[in-house]
């Protein structure tokens, strides 16, 4: 059972752009949504994480939006660099374990100059 | 901090020898877990620590294989029998215990090759 679901696959914007790649969730019981980073051959890191009290959380150009209603959250990443050019993952856990995580499949990302 | 690191980086085996990766997670976490990850998908839970305790247990980590971290600091896991569906970026992340949602660390993986 696929619980998390991410969109697009892959994505190509233009530098200065606004990329935006969307997760949709199953179960209610997740509570912790942390979109990860990761670049060829490297493990994935930690961009920003977002719990469902909230419906926006910005840090620098990265923002997650989140729709509880619609258990739907996405990444914006504002003014896209050619150095963001990575696989994004986004996740979700439930309280009992936030390192249990559950991952999308990943959207690999490509910013031309 | 010195983050999380895995031996080796990459291991090519033969079908049916057995391996054994290991991770060294940041100093203060105790918490310690495994994922695999294979090509083009995200990464999936396998197991975690907490302390020397190993706490939970995928359905995706079969008899083959098995996990430890005897003095609640590095972690070892070994896979027998290695099958060609092995092949698999294995990943090791440690964090600290709380309510806070601790974020993840990961290490940079070990990379199994199964020929």
């Known amino acids: 059972q696929q619980q998390v679901k991410q969109s697009p696959q892959s994505l190509i914007v233009q530098k200065g752009g606004i990329s935006i790649i969307n997760c949709a969730y199953e179960?209610?019981?997740?509570?912790?949504f942390p979109w990860y980073q990761q670049f060829p051959g490297k493990g994935p890191a930690l961009l920003i994480a977002i719990r469902p009290d909230v419906s926006e959380k910005k840090e620098g150009r990265f923002t997650i939006s989140f729709n509880k209603s619609a258990k739907q959250f996405s990444l914006h990443i504002m003014d896209s660099q050619p150095g963001d050019s990575a696989t994004y993952f986004c996740a979700a856990s439930k309280p009992s374990n936030t390192g249990k995580l559950i991952f999308g499949q990943g959207t690999t990302l490509q910013v031309k100059p | 901090d010195t983050g999380v690191s895995q031996d080796p980086r990459h291991k090519i085996t033969k079908r049916g020898q057995n391996v054994t990766f290991r991770c060294d997670p940041i100093s203060e976490h105790n918490r310690l877990y495994w994922y695999r990850q294979t090509l083009g998908q995200g990464p999936e839970f396998l197991t975690y620590?907490?302390?020397?305790?190993?706490?939970?247990k995928s359905r995706l980590l079969s008899d083959r294989f098995s996990a430890e971290r005897p003095k609640g600091s590095f972690s070892t896991l070994e896979i027998q029998r290695t099958e060609q569906g092995d092949s698999a970026m294995y990943l090791c992340?440690?964090?600290?215990?709380?309510?806070?949602?601790?974020?993840?660390?990961f290490g940079n993986g070990t990379r199994l090759t199964v020929t």
């Open positions: 179960n209610t019981a997740f509570d912790y």
């Open positions: 620590f907490q302390n020397e305790a190993q706490l939970e």
């Open positions: 992340a440690s964090s600290r215990p709380g309510t806070d949602n601790s974020p993840l660390h």
